[in-house]
């Protein structure tokens, strides 16, 4: 067996954290779900501007969206459901199977709205209406702001995807507003089972450390990071506030981790994947990881429930001088400001594509 197949077995879904045209065209991602256990993938602006811009697969339908003149933005958002939609259906029957927990994919806001309230849920309910597909997660960033906004789109019915977290602490404020819009559902005779994922970012601690802490603790901050964020959700799934809502008919809103290309390159190429095995969670990675695993990646212990050592070694950060909670609010701005970096980057790229291809078009 495989190592993907032992995690998948462990109760550990896998997710690919990137999507294009041409993976789609060529069967590359079929091939992932039939033969590396991909039950699932994510998707940021920097994915699609990498997509887009690198590939030709686009062209055509830029050519043809740009001359009803939509705006950039309405462009794009056409252009990433068409792929997203191909990706949902390829994962419809591990849907349908898995009662609605895996196979989903995700199509994230713009990240302009990541302190917006009302801008980030309205294009949450019109992003889920326009994909028409069960199983597209919309993500959401996990800011103060966006707590707001996932809350009520969960009680909007809305399956949604939480983005840049970095703490337990972040991790448990979107875990109660995802608990707040079900239990509102209940309230209001709605159905309760309404899809979420929460997703911890984890390589980006170690790099944001890496000159800041001795060579012994390098690339382990990440790892005690997850390991407290999943004592924190094993703990809460074992609440009687949760159970309560299981016995309605709700499902968990599973911990996801994200960013688990590890950054470091004297670092295993398979680290993060090795550290956060734990059941009922997901592991969302890049194309480059997965193939990393998939060749020479092993499957050791569990996840401690009770998080490990994860105190001791956080302590020992705190001793080299690392506010953890400073840190953590300043990764998830900084992670925001990247998103709308690269959404930028890619409404310009759009741009540019649609004035060259009119310009080629009008010379023919």
Same mark, same amino acid.
């Given at each position: 067996?495989?190592?993907?197949?032992?995690?998948?077995?462990?109760?550990?879904?896998?997710?690919?954290?990137?999507?294009?045209?041409?993976?789609?065209?060529?069967?590359?991602?079929?091939?992932?779900?039939?033969?590396?256990?991909?039950?699932?993938?994510?998707?940021?602006?920097?994915?699609?501007?990498?997509?887009?811009?690198?590939? /030709?697969?686009?062209?055509?339908?830029?050519?043809?969206? /740009?001359?009803?003149?939509?705006?950039?933005?309405?462009?794009?958002?056409?252009?990433?459901?068409?792929? !997203?939609?191909?990706?949902?259906?390829?994962?419809?029957?591990?849907?349908?199977?898995?009662?609605?927990?895996?196979?989903?994919?995700?199509?994230?806001?713009?990240?302009?709205?990541?302190?917006?309230?009302?801008?980030?849920? /309205?294009?949450?309910?019109?992003? *889920?209406?326009?994909?028409? $597909?069960?199983?597209?997660?919309?993500?959401?960033?996990?800011?103060?702001?966006?707590?707001?906004?996932?809350?009520?789109?969960?009680?909007?019915?809305?399956?949604?995807?939480?983005?840049?977290?970095?703490?337990?602490?972040?991790? !448990?404020?979107?875990?109660?507003?995802?608990?707040?819009?079900?239990? $509102?559902?209940?309230?209001?005779?709605?159905?309760?089972?309404?899809?979420?994922?929460?997703?911890?970012?984890?390589?980006?601690?170690?790099?944001?450390?890496?000159?800041?802490?001795?060579?012994?603790? *390098?690339?382990?901050?990440?790892?005690?990071?997850?390991?407290?964020?999943?004592?924190?959700?094993?703990?809460?799934?074992?609440?009687?506030?949760?159970?309560?809502?299981?016995?309605?008919?709700?499902?968990?809103?599973?911990?996801?981790?994200?960013?688990?290309?590890?950054?470091?390159?004297?670092?295993?190429?398979?680290?993060?994947?090795?550290?956060?095995?734990?059941?009922?969670?997901?592991?969302?990675?890049?194309?480059?990881?997965?193939?990393?695993?998939?060749? *020479?990646?092993?499957?050791?212990?569990?996840?401690?429930? *009770?998080?490990?050592?994860?105190? /001791?070694?956080?302590?020992?950060?705190?001793?080299?001088?690392?506010?953890?909670?400073? !840190?953590?609010?300043?990764?998830?701005?900084?992670?925001?400001?990247?998103?709308?970096?690269?959404?930028?980057?890619?409404?310009?790229?759009?741009?540019?594509?649609?004035?060259?291809?009119?310009?080629?078009?009008?010379? !023919?």
């Amino acid at each position: 067996m495989n190592t993907t197949r032992q995690l998948q077995e462990l109760g550990q879904s896998l997710w690919l954290d990137n999507i294009s045209r041409e993976m789609l065209n060529t069967g590359t991602l079929s091939n992932y779900i039939e033969n590396f256990s991909i039950t699932g993938l994510t998707s940021n602006p920097t994915i699609f501007e990498q997509a887009i811009g690198s590939s /030709a697969s686009y062209d055509d339908d830029i050519r043809k969206k /740009a001359a009803t003149d939509k705006s950039h933005e309405a462009l794009f958002i056409e252009l990433a459901l068409d792929d !997203l939609r191909r990706a949902a259906d390829l994962f419809l029957p591990i849907f349908n199977a898995s009662n609605g927990i895996d196979g989903w994919v995700s199509m994230e806001v713009s990240p302009l709205l990541a302190n917006d309230t009302a801008g980030s849920l /309205a294009a949450a309910k019109m992003i *889920h209406a326009q994909a028409d $597909r069960p199983n597209l997660f919309v993500k959401i960033p996990g800011t103060q702001e966006g707590v707001i906004a996932i809350e009520e789109a969960i009680f909007a019915g809305v399956p949604i995807n939480v983005t840049l977290l970095f703490s337990p602490a972040q991790y !448990l404020a979107v875990a109660e507003a995802y608990m707040r819009g079900i239990e $509102r559902r209940i309230v209001a005779g709605l159905n309760p089972k309404i899809e979420s994922v929460a997703s911890l970012f984890v390589s980006r601690w170690d790099a944001a450390v890496a000159d800041k802490v001795p060579a012994e603790l *390098h690339n382990l901050l990440g790892i005690a990071i997850g390991q407290g964020a999943y004592r924190s959700y094993r703990k809460l799934l074992a609440s009687e506030r949760w159970k309560k809502l299981v016995q309605q008919g709700a499902h968990p809103q599973r911990l996801l981790w994200a960013s688990t290309g590890s950054k470091d390159p004297k670092a295993s190429d398979t680290l993060y994947i090795e550290a956060l095995i734990a059941p009922g969670t997901i592991n969302t990675m890049p194309e480059k990881t997965l193939l990393a695993f998939s060749d *020479h990646g092993s499957v050791g212990a569990e996840l401690a429930v *009770h998080g490990g050592d994860s105190e /001791a070694m956080l302590a020992q950060f705190a001793q080299a001088g690392i506010d953890i909670n400073a !840190l953590a609010a300043r990764l998830q701005r900084e992670g925001a400001l990247s998103f709308v970096k690269s959404w930028q980057q890619l409404m310009q790229r759009i741009a540019s594509k649609s004035q060259t291809l009119a310009d080629n078009g009008r010379d !023919l």
